[in-house]
């Protein structure tokens, strides 16, 4: 008999296999999702080059490391985009529409099937671009300790557990209050604040991202472990804040979907 995890990394695959045969009957789509993204990052990029050309550090940061940064954040956010951000953008429709009766009443979790079943896999082709852009980046420091790179296994899932549980937490109001749609622009300011070194911010604003709505925790304590500006005890806070928040968000599903009125009822 198939474990309970292989079953769901199989489940996984075929959401996968289904979403990719979707994705490539509009070839021209795939270009423009990857343009787009490729338009966001330039933006940030630049945002970055143009202050650094003005001063030569910000709270700690400088040109080099705030590369890093990026790199960092880029690949957290691309995961998040193939994995999870089609279905949680698109989850107020389907309680609006009634559509979310179908999931629920799968033989299989659902939390995991309202947030998998489309993954976009016109993103994969970033993971590689973003990959060789973190090695140029720390190539680009003055001694790298190249083997510090192997924080990002452990950390860069973390990063986007958070990213999915906070946004999850917002998805969740559609439930309560049905029509939330204007809920997705405070979960894409609050998102903002977490592709930002927290070091920018002022103590009680950075206290509040890395505990209460923990975005920094995206790229901002990856960064710095990274780079050796903080030590290695915050890899242990990452994995704490990643299980604790997504051991959060099912205890969360399961509260509000009391408050869910089936389409058929």
Do not use: H
Not at 118 to 127: C, D, P
Not at 218 to 236: I, K, N, T
């Amino acid at each position: 008999m198939k474990s309970v995890a292989s079953r769901y990394f199989l489940l996984l695959k075929e959401f996968a296999r289904t979403s990719f045969m979707a994705d490539v009957e509009y070839r021209a789509n795939i270009v423009m999702k990857v343009l787009t993204d490729f338009i966001w990052y330039a933006a940030q990029f630049f945002l970055f080059e143009v202050l650094f050309r003005k001063v030569s550090g910000i709270s700690g940061w400088t040109l080099d490391t705030s590369r890093v940064f990026l790199g960092i954040l880029f690949m957290v956010d691309a995961f998040y985009m193939i994995f999870f951000s089609e279905n949680l953008d698109q989850f107020s429709d389907k309680v609006a529409k009634g559509d979310l009766d179908l999931i629920l009443v799968k033989p299989v979790n659902s939390q995991f099937m309202v947030s998998t079943r489309k993954l976009n896999t016109a993103y994969f082709i970033n993971i590689g671009l973003i990959a060789a852009w973190i090695g140029f980046a720390f190539s680009q420091m003055a001694n790298p300790d190249w083997w510090r790179l192997l924080y990002l296994i452990p950390m860069v899932p973390c990063g986007l557990v958070v990213v999915y549980s906070v946004r999850f937490f917002f998805s969740l109001l559609s439930i309560i209050f049905t029509r939330a749609e204007n809920i997705n622009y405070v979960w894409f300011q609050i998102y903002k604040l977490g592709t930002r070194p927290d070091s920018l911010y002022p103590r009680w604003l950075r206290y509040t991202i890395l505990t209460i709505v923990p975005v920094a925790f995206v790229a901002s304590v990856p960064s710095r472990v990274v780079l050796g500006l903080d030590g290695v005890e915050f890899l242990g806070a990452s994995l704490a804040i990643a299980v604790i928040f997504l051991y959060l968000t099912n205890r969360l599903w399961k509260y509000t979907l009391r408050f869910y009125t089936s389409a058929s009822s």
